[in-house]
């Protein structure tokens, strides 16, 4: 049976995969990946598919992930938001936005889910996610096994993280811990936003 992907990528090209997932829990995508995998077929994980450009179909399982939920705590000088990875990234930002916690607001529009912004250290207009990433939580794949990585143990750098060497392919991210500072000053100093 081959399902379409053309509502599970940015560029809305028609390609199919053979099979499609979407998993909205760690067990239905820790599942999906060794029922795949035991096939002896190709998986690959998607999030909003903003990163990926299907040139033919995909002749495996495509894994959507789908896991969400926003838990806020909050210290004296912070607020620790816990994110799903299967959130859209834009509508978590607006979300912080609504309810009244700043610091995300440099990083609005970029595509994709809160489980890709710290593959890539997504950034702009002067903010990184590796100024507010507090912990990634990740399952590795072969056992199911949860795992926490801190700010540190991500290895940021420019558009890059430890996810994108050691982790690719072993482990799949399933939510995000970031940290807002109550003491919030704008970041007005890149490019255009110095002028306005």
Same mark, same amino acid.
């Given at each position: #049976?081959? %399902? ?6 940015t ?5 199919t995969?053979?099979?499609i /997932?979407?998993?909205?829990? /760690?067990?239905?995508?820790? +599942?999906?990946w060794? +029922?795949? *995998? ?5 998986v690959?994980?998607?999030g +909003? ?7 033919e ?10 896991i969400?939920?926003i838990?806020?705590?909050? *210290? @004296?000088d ?8 299967g959130?859209?990234w ?6 912080t936005?609504?309810?009244? #916690?700043?610091g995300? +607001?440099n990083?609005? =529009?970029? &595509?994709?889910?809160?489980? %890709?912004s710290?593959?890539q250290?997504?950034g702009?207009y002067?903010?990184e996610?590796?100024? /507010? !990433?507090?912990y ?5 794949? %072969?056992?199911?096994?949860?795992l926490? =990585? *801190?700010?540190a143990e !991500? ?6 993280s430890?996810?994108?060497? @050691? $982790? ?9 811990g $970031?940290?807002?500072p109550?003491?919030?000053? &704008?970041?007005? %100093? $890149?490019?255009? =936003?110095?002028?306005?």
């Open positions: #049976m081959n %399902s379409s992907l053309k509502p599970f990528n560029f809305g090209i028609q390609a995969a053979a099979h /997932v979407i998993a909205e829990s /760690v067990q239905q995508l820790t +599942e999906a060794a +029922e795949s *995998t035991q096939a002896h077929q190709p690959l994980i998607l +909003e598919g903003s990163n990926v450009l299907f040139l179909n995909f002749e495996g399982t495509v894994i959507i992930n789908r969400k939920g838990e806020i705590a909050e *210290t @004296d912070a607020w620790l938001l816990h994110v799903g990875a959130e859209n834009h509508h978590f930002v607006e979300y936005l609504q309810q009244g #916690m700043p995300l +607001e990083l609005a =529009l970029i &595509p994709g889910c809160a489980g %890709s710290p593959i250290n997504i702009a002067g903010v996610i590796k100024q /507010v !990433c507090n990634v939580d990740c399952v590795e794949l %072969s056992n199911g096994q949860a926490r =990585l *801190t700010n !991500c290895r940021f750098g420019y558009r890059d430890i996810f994108k060497h @050691d $982790y690719q392919d072993r482990f799949a991210i399933v939510a995000v $970031y940290r807002l109550k003491a919030w000053r &704008p970041v007005l %100093s $890149y490019g255009d =936003l110095s002028k306005l």
